[in-house]
């Protein structure tokens, strides 16, 4: 059934920016030692997810940050049009309104190095996409998804970004998975 947390967010499809009020906001400590906000049953997902990989792949992985509101969105933005220009930037930042993350549902994820410290910039996430692709395998059974794998850059509009996952409830995190879909594909397939 669909329902809050199902829901699709996209360039196509912006949301308000009161939207996370549908939601129960909490907070928690990212890795960086700092707040980060985020929807409460996502994280309680997300801390079953975490206590799993620990335990079946030794892997221990931490929250970048989750819910996120216009400005920071807008700040983001900008710095990465300064980084990357402004049309690799898109590909990688969304305009505010149109990011998963206003929700609360989404969470950039990252897991720990040989050396004991957590990725933490985009190239020392790329280099630990070993690490991420044994995450992947087990995001269904708690619910969630990769948002933007590598294979459907095209459909997505956004690079692979292996450290993105969204909650969006076990059954249609599994058929996602299953019939390796994106969210996109699963709603115009509704149609
Ligand atoms: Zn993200």
Known sequence: MLDKYTVLINKQNPVSKDFYKNYEIMETSGVENDIVKIEKLTFEKYENLKKYLNKTENIEIGI?????DFNEQEKIC????????????YKL???PG????????AIDI????????????NDELYSENENFLKVHRYLSMFGFILRYPESKTKITE???E????????EW???LCYNEKKVLEEYYSGKK
């Open 64 to 68: 970048l940050n989750a819910y996120r």
């Open 78 to 89: 900008k710095e990465y049009e300064k980084i990357y220009g402004i049309e690799k930037a």
């Open 93 to 95: 930042a969304a305009v």
């Open 98 to 105: 149109t990011s998963e993350h206003h929700s609360g549902l």
């Open 110 to 121: 990252t897991v720990k190095k040989d050396d004991g410290n957590f990725a933490i910039t």
């Open 158 to 160: 956004y690079d692979y």
């Open 162 to 169: 292996p450290w993105h996952i969204r909650y969006v409830g």
């Open 172 to 174: 249609l995190a599994k």
